[in-house]
């Protein structure tokens, strides 16, 4: 049985998503969500990174965008169990020591329930913004999950790859955890075989459960691999319940080891009765 996880409101509004309410939220709101989802056993939360977006894209992508780092600092004090998922920070806008140094503090901080999602990233603008390389993206994020494989949980990391190389250096706090793990989010073929290499699960956007059957079938992926999907349709478990349950066992069937709670929600009462319905319905934790 696949792990149940919540796609946080709030911090990320996608049109096609989010509730109205959402856009005057509070923190205090957040943090219900956040212990609601720990005390109901849900794996993980998301938070995404974006530095600023054009404004043609609002329509696409939404507009708010909290920081994955303070959001995540102040839920993981507000939480005890579930994990906190960077769904996705963008490698090109980070050396990698400064994600171990940041992120390292953050599973430091969560006692080691951090789990690092992270993409190559798409909008040559931000790109552009802060003059960060955008051609070579690719060979550079992959030189970067090698070179932050080396240096998460290690106080004095060293690498030496084609675009970063360090040693002699120290970097404290690192990540608790002996191995953080790492998802690899995007919507390619590319992608997939990003993470069936250099990372620990794929966590796709955009990508029919369809095409994600087909794309996984390509691969030898190890059993402790994880495929992080959302449901083929917003989730209504309150007034819908067999189809919900029919939408996370089709989501299951694809290759779903993960998946995401979208719903359809009015209030942040409702988003948070859906979230206990949901619980009822299917064990967030999977088996045991």
């Known amino acids: 049985m696949a792990k149940l996880s919540v796609a946080t409101p709030v911090v990320t509004m996608f049109p096609w998503a989010s509730g109205g309410w959402e856009k005057t939220a509070s923190i205090e709101d957040l943090a219900h969500i956040a212990e609601a989802a720990d005390r109901l056993g849900y794996h993980h939360l998301t938070c995404s990174e974006h530095i600023a977006l054009p404004a043609v894209e609002q329509e696409r992508r939404g507009a708010r965008y909290w920081d994955p780092l303070a959001t995540f600092g102040y839920l993981a004090a507000r939480t005890q169990r579930i994990r906190l998922a960077t769904n996705v920070l963008v490698l090109g806008y980070h050396h990698p020591l400064e994600i171990a140094k940041r992120y390292g503090t953050l599973d430091t901080v969560s006692n080691g329930r951090l789990i690092l999602g992270v993409g190559v990233g798409s909008l040559k603008e931000e790109f552009d913004l802060i003059g960060a390389p955008f051609d070579d993206r690719g060979a550079r994020g992959d030189d970067a999950l090698r070179a932050l494989r080396a240096s998460l949980s290690v106080p004095e990391p060293a690498y030496h790859g084609e675009f970063y190389s360090f040693e002699g250096m120290v970097v404290d706090p690192c990540a608790v955890q002996d191995r953080v793990p790492i998802w690899i989010g995007g ?26 059957r087909e794309w996984l079938g390509r691969f030898d992926l190890r059993p402790d691999f994880e495929v992080v999907l959302p449901p083929p349709a917003l989730l209504n478990p309150i007034d819908e319940p067999e189809a919900t349950r029919d939408a996370l066992g089709e989501t299951a069937e694809h290759g779903a080891t993960i998946i995401s709670a979208v719903f359809r929600h009015t209030s942040l009462r409702h988003y948070l009765d859906c979230l206990q319905a949901l619980a009822e319905l299917h064990p967030p934790g999977g088996p045991a």
């Open 187 to 212: 919507r390619t073929l590319r992608s997939l075989r990003r993470a069936a290499t250099l990372a620990d699960g794929w966590a796709p956007f955009g990508v029919s459960l369809q095409q994600v």
